[in-house]
Structure formats: C-alpha cells, structure tokens
C-alpha cells in the first residue's frame, strides 16, 4: 500500500537513516553557542522571533463549545506571567511542580512556565483519585501544585501525605471564597503582562518533566526526562506526524500521559505548528464537528478511540465534511489491520501506527509517509535509532520473524534519565548494551517491527498502563479484602481490562454489593482506569512457596489455558 499522499518528499527511508545526524536537527532548532536549551523557550519565544508572533498556537473549544485562540506571543507572555509567579513564590530550578488540571489553557500556560523557570514539570492526570495522586507527588517531593476549584477538592485529601507541598495555586476560580487554608487563586489573563522572563539557560541534560509510569512492581515510577528531549520530539513531529506551516494537528491524548506532552505540546509548538485542544473527551459527534470546523489536518490518536468510531459505524462520518484530513497516525496499543483497513475506506487515509513508551519520550518504531505501510506493524526504527530483537542471552536475533525481547541502543535525545529516586530499577532496564523496553516483538525479512505482546504483567488498558501493584494495593485497604491480585483481561474495544481476584477477610460474604462497593472504592482512589471491571472471588490465591501471588496462574485461568508448571505453589 503506498500511503505516500502528503507530497513529503524528504527521500526515501534508507535514504533518511544514511543522511541521519542529530547535529542537523541541533541545528534546525538553532542550538548554538549562547542559545537556551530551554524547552519552555523553544516553543514560544523562539517561535515569536521566527516572525510567528501572531499565529495561532492554541485553539482551545471549552465543554460548553466556546473557542478561545491563543497566539504564540499570548503563549509566551502567559508562561513568563506563571514562570515569575513560582519565581516569586520561591520555587527554585530542578524543584518539582505538578499540574494537576484537566486539559484547560492554564494547563499548558503552566507547563511552558515551570520549564522556563527550569523547575521540573509533573503532569497528574485529572482522573487520578487522592490516593494515586499523593504516591506520585508524595514520591518526588512535589513543592507546588497547579490545580483547578474541582480537582483542589480531591488535592486537599491528598495533601496531609505531602509535606513537601507549600504552595497549591489554583486557577479559573470563580469563587476565591471556596479556597481553603493556604490555596491562593490566580488568573493568567487578569495578572500584568511579563514581557521578559529570563528563563533558564537549560543544557540539553536540564531535567525537564517527570511522567509517573507502571512497571511490574511497585508503585509507578517518575520516568525523569531531559531538555534536549526536544530534538527527538521536533524531529518525529516533523516527519511522523508531516506537520507543515498550514497544518491544523490534533492530538488527542491527555496532556496527563506522556503522549499528551510530547506531541501535544513539545513536539508541534517547537515546529510553530497551530494545534486544536477539546477540553471535552471522547464523544464521537463532538469529534467528528471539531475536525470539520476547526480544518484539522494532521491528527494524532490511539486504537481504543479508532475501535470506538469504528463502532459509531460509518453514517455518522457522512453526516460531517472531514476533507481537511490529510495525515494520521496511532499510538499506544496494537493498531489491528482491519482499523487501518477502515480508515482507509471511511476517511480515505490509513492510520499510520507508532511505538513508543514514556521511558522513550518520543517515537523510536514507526511507519511515515515516505514508506511503504503494512497493516499490522508497528514499522521501522526512526532514523538515528537502532532496534533490535533479543534473546533470553539479551543478544540480537537475527532469524527474520523470530520474536524475542524488543530493545533499543541507548542513548538517544529523549531518552529517560533516571526513575526518580529508584536507581537500581533503572539500570535492571539496561542489559548488554540495550536498553530493554518489556514488550515482545518479531522482525519480518524486510525489518518491519511486528508487536507480539508484553514482557510483563503490566496491564494496558485504552493505550493507559495500569500497575499490577498499584490496584492491588488499593484493593487492600479495602475492609473485606484480604488478599488481592489484578490481571489484563481481554476486552474488544480497550485491549484490556482490568480483572481483580479477591480472597475476602472472614465475616465477609461474596455479595453483588460488595463487589460494586471494592470496584468503586479503587475508582476514587486510583482512577476509572484503574477500577476493576470483572471482580472474582476465591478462598485464597494461587501463591508461590516465598508468598508471591502468581498472576502468571490467574491470566491463564482466565484465558482458559493450561496452567503449566505450578510446581512451585505453596500448596504442592
Ligand atoms: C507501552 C508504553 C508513548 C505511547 C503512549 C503509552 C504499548 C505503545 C504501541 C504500539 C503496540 C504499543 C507497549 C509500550 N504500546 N505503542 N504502536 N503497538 N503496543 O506510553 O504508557 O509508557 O506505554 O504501550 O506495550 O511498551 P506508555
């Protein structure tokens, strides 16, 4: 299939990987001598002095469908205004500020504010309940929170666990009488103008943002990223995603997630691209209307939300005009053939699918225009990255279709420096020379990446990874539960879901009602996300001699698959 129909016309791909130099993208961005690394600078006033002053960075369309537009010098007078506030409230460089909002134009205000001050960004995505967002901000030590009058409620929860947290600044809040205690209010747009702020002179090893993930144990991780991330993220905007001048992107993914930062606010506004944010989630109707009055032209979004259209079926697309559709592309799951097969059909454009992972920070494995596209695979390696398929030894498999353990060389540009505070899980991730990724893939003859599944138990849910760990913590604090485990279940739209086994305390009674009460409880604790769809209860669960639950036992139980070798179980 050949999907080349943007008129890119870069070359072909192996003429891209043998032209390839990191210096070449340094200088695109203008990285010499004396120029800030600063990504905050980048994506605004570097853009402002490139004559783009009054273009349209941010189309903002509010839940109740207001439009606000925000040009690139509002953009860059609004994150000076915030990176003096912290300034003055004391917040140093390389401290930690969360946001803590849903997708409003205060969020990404913020965001390009705290780079500029050279403080490291936490995005808390605004599902998160008290319990996930205090093990995240408790663990970095956050020293400021950014925060709205609905989301503040659930922070005032969380915050007798956060001592480090002295300032809680909360935005768009109509009523200042509602704040509590040292909560102090602030507004953008009523406070002075800043015309100048002297950012950070940030190096390209400035740390820059904390993006919390789930690994196999423990609580989530901070996946620590750097400044000179930005080289990685201008570049596989400017090629994956094809951004040119005219182009309106559109990016569905929450700025909470990773996803939602690197090509939803790094990557197209240091390309002086115009983006489109909808405050509200996914609502097929409020989609589709948002392309077509806003000319979305590039859009970015994963293969939960591509099912779920594909869903809404096709007469609804008639009843919009998506002709400004020029490019697309997925991230975050498996993209299955047929979904790419029907949008090629429906709106006359394949999705182009993408992999990578928040310790990545940008696209490693990916198909672009220029290549050829075959449904079902994940792609090549971005030029500049080098991939490879291991074997249990972590050595390369050269066998064409062999799967094995999907690794990549480092470093790279973005890749993540550290796991906050957890030093020896971060080097458990690197083996003979590679950084190993926890996914399984295959390598075909012509070196298409092919994703056979996860490495470990992580569940992925809706292109969202949920620990293990995490749901079966909450689920012990829950008064009838005595022992707990949380598996990935298959699911036809999400992937996965999450599934909890429940081994309750004695005096409590496997009733309906329980289970809706344990289901709702790690709803508020957790996330939606994270709330257990299927819950069943057992007299005790499978354990190892060392007291270890064996989730490997429960998946296969689900599955109803052979057990295989439960020779070590305490019971044997
Ligand atoms: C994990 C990373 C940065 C992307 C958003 C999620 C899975 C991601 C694909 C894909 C199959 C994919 C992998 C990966 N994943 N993209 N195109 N095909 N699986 O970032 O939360 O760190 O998740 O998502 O398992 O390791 P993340």
Not at 246 to 267: E, L, N
Request: with cysteine; charged share 25%.
């Amino acid at each position: 299939m050949n999907t080349d129909k943007s008129g890119t016309n870069i070359g072909s791909y192996e003429e891209r990987v043998k032209n390839f130099t990191w210096d070449a993208v340094s200088q695109e961005l203008g990285f010499e001598d004396g120029v800030p690394r600063n990504i905050g600078w980048c994506c605004t006033d570097r853009v402002c002095e490139q004559g783009l002053r009054e273009k349209t960075a941010l189309i903002w369309e509010s839940a109740q469908g207001e439009v606000h537009r925000y040009t690139f010098n509002e953009m860059r007078l609004y994150s000076n205004a915030f990176a003096k506030l912290l300034q003055e409230l004391g917040v140093k460089d390389g401290e930690r500020v969360a946001i803590y909002l849903d997708r409003v134009p205060s969020l990404y205000f913020s965001l390009l504010g705290i780079l500029k001050l050279g403080a490291i960004a936490v995005p808390m995505f605004s599902a998160f309940g008290e319990e996930a967002l205090q093990v995240r901000l408790a663990n970095c030590d956050a020293v400021a929170c950014i925060t709205s009058p609905r989301l503040a409620r659930k922070l005032r929860k969380a915050r007798p666990g956060l001592p480090a947290l002295k300032r809680v600044i909360v935005v768009d809040a109509d009523d200042e009488s509602k704040l509590k205690g040292d909560e102090m209010a602030y507004s953008v747009e009523d406070a002075p103008p800043v015309e100048v702020f002297p950012v950070f002179p940030a190096t390209e090893e400035t740390p820059s943002l904390l993006h919390y993930t789930s690994g196999t144990t423990g609580q989530p991780k901070g996946a620590l990223h750097v400044h000179g991330s930005i080289l990685s993220q201008y570049i596989t905007t400017k090629w994956v995603m094809d951004l040119k001048p005219d182009d309106v992107y559109w990016c569905t993914a929450d700025p909470g997630w990773v996803t939602g930062i690197s090509y939803g606010v790094i990557g197209p506004w240091s390309l002086g691209a115009t983006q489109l944010v909808l405050e509200v989630g996914f609502i097929p109707a409020r989609w589709y209307s948002a392309i077509e009055k806003h000319r979305v032209s590039v859009w970015y979004s994963a293969p939960t939300a591509i099912r779920l259209l594909m869903r809404e079926g096709e007469e609804i697309v008639k009843q919009y005009d998506l002709s400004s559709l020029r490019h697309l592309c997925s991230v975050g799951e498996p993209l299955n053939p047929e979904a790419v097969i029907w949008s090629e059909k429906v709106y006359g454009l394949p999705f182009h699918d993408t992999w990578w992972q928040t310790e990545t920070g940008a696209i490693m494995i990916t198909n672009y225009p220029g290549m050829e596209v075959r449904p079902g695979s994940m792609g090549k390696p971005f030029p500049g990255t080098t991939a490879a398929v291991l074997d249990d030894r972590f050595e390369p498999i050269t066998e064409p279709n062999k799967p094995g353990k999907l690794a990549l060389k480092p470093p790279w540009a973005s890749m993540f420096r550290e796991y906050w505070g957890n030093r020896t899980i971060y080097e458990s991730k690197f083996k003979n020379g590679w950084y190993i990724t926890g996914d399984r893939a295959r390598i075909d003859e012509d070196g298409y990446y092919w994703f056979e599944g996860r490495d470990d138990d992580v569940i992925n849910t809706g292109g969202h990874l949920v620990a293990p760990f995490e749901v079966e913590s909450a689920l012990l604090e829950h008064e009838a539960v005595a022992e707990s485990a949380a598996i990935g279940t298959p699911d036809k739209v999400n992937m996965e879901v999450v599934k909890a086994y429940v081994a309750l305390k004695s005096g409590f009674e496997p009733t309906k009602d329980l289970e809706l009460s344990i289901m709702n409880f790690v709803r508020k604790r957790l996330s939606p996300l994270a709330m257990p769809q299927y819950i069943e209860f057992m007299d005790k669960l499978p354990k190892t001699r060392s007291g270890k639950i064996m989730r490997r036992v429960l998946r296969a139980m689900d599955r109803g698959e052979p057990i295989g070798d439960i020779s070590t179980l305490e019971d044997e």
